[in-house]
């Protein structure tokens, strides 16, 4: 019955973990696993429980063995991790190592990874966000195949039944009786009747599975706001449903990343030709303000990134159309950015920094789908020169924003990669320093990702140059 259920439950829940970010599943990790720097890639399956891909890319020549095993980051069996799989080294590529691991519940999960080589022993945890959002349906000629079988199980079922009540009250190579083809003809039906009876109780079954599979699914909550003065934003975070959780999603346990519980980004649409960095203030229980900056009129696409003490984070969305606002300058590490739309922009590798000097895009290669890159930024100054007056901007050297040209794929990316700082500390524990990819370096800033579908992007590289926070702004085109 057991693995029934998780058959059921497989085909039923499908998944596209909107969690953390939007319409971008995949999970791009870069940090040290003790002396040795790995970038780790974990394909997220696309039901739950599933398989996730497991992709270990060495950053060094020293690696002699890799082994994986996932554990919820918190709670229940979050201390008793299974044995560890060896991840198999590529054939092609003696730096990376690929795995596959059962991720069984859904939550906020961790995948440890161990590794051995010349220098000893070395481990690091990746978090996860497991959020199925979708019912897959049995459609197809999937739909048509099992019907026929199952017409064929109970007429067979029905026809061995009668036939065995038939011959069997006969004698060996005499014809049967009247009374034992009609009591042959009862049985075919009783049995019919039975097997019916049968497949109705299992339908009854996959129809209550599916509803459990539905109350469990993962829909991206949406965040509401409105002005509640000429220039205060008042907003209100949606609390998701709970079904067969590893555990429950409140919302009085928000623990801050990079120092705010929301990271709050506005997009003017169609064109995103604003973008608006803010950390609004908590004024109770899901309840969030903002004294807005100065904002031109127009309607604007609202993500609202928070981390539960789970850790187990979530990008809420929201829209809302909002007047002219003449507000105050921006505050703390409020930003903002403004330029001529998407479509009429032209793309470069060289963005103009508003404190003079520029940032560079490091790249040489077309970008791919599903690929896993090391997005590279370097800061020059006026002459020319690596800039010298870096500083740490939320405790970073630098974030990456980036938003399909439709609004459906956006990332809140870091020095890391995809996961968030607050949720790397809680897969980590308190006892591991999650910062040792941190440093300010004025030679090259680098974001692991992969774009998660063909299309045009927008990238917003923020960092803090001498007090002043800075935004440069790519346009990025992704082939198949």
Known sequence: MKTLLCLGVILLAAVATAAAHVGSPDVYFEDHAGPYPLLVVVRMPAV??????????????????????????????????????????DR???????????????????????????????ELSVPLAAAPTAIRSLEGPLKWLLSGLMVLLVTGLAGMAGAAVREGMSDPGTIP????????????VCAALLVVAILAAGGWWWKAEAAAAAQSAYSIPHVTASLTAPDLLSLKL???????????????????????LVHLFLFRLPDLDQMYHLHPRQDGTAHFAQAMPALPAGRYQMFADIVHATGFPETQIGEITLPEIHG????????????????????????MLSGGGRMLWLHDAPLREGEPLRLRFRVEDGSGQPAADLEPYMGMPGHLVLISNDAAVFAHLHAGGSPPM???ELANGPARTAHSNHFISAEEITFPYGFPRAGTYRLFVQIKRA????????KAAVGN
Not at 66 to 88: F, K, N, Q, S, Y
Not at 97 to 121: C, H, Y
Not at 177 to 188: G, L, P, S
Not at 238 to 260: C, F, M, Y
């Open 48 to 89: 739950v429980p599933g398989v996730a891909e497991i992709e270990v890319h060495a950053l060094s020549d020293n690696l002699s063995s890799v082994h994986v095993v996932p554990t919820r980051i918190r709670g229940l069996g979050a201390e008793l991790a299974p044995v560890p799989d060896l991840a198999e080294r």
């Open 92 to 122: 092609n590529d003696r730096k990376l190592f690929r795995a596959q691991l059962w991720i069984m519940l859904r939550g906020a999960w961790k995948v440890q990874i161990t590794v051995e080589g010349d220098k000893g022993k070395g």
């Open 177 to 188: 009786v009247a009374a034992d083809r009609r009591r042959a003809r009862i049985t075919t």
């Open 238 to 260: 949606e609390k998701s449903e709970n079904g067969r959780w590893a555990e429950r999603i409140r919302l009085d346990d928000l623990v801050p990343d990079h120092g705010h």
């Open 328 to 351: 105050g300058a921006l505050q703390g590490d409020d930003s903002s950015w403004a330029a001529m739309p998407l479509n009429a922009s032209i793309s470069s590798d060289v963005a």
């Open 422 to 424: 607050a949720t790397v």
């Open 467 to 474: 007090g002043r926070i800075e935004t440069a702004v790519f």
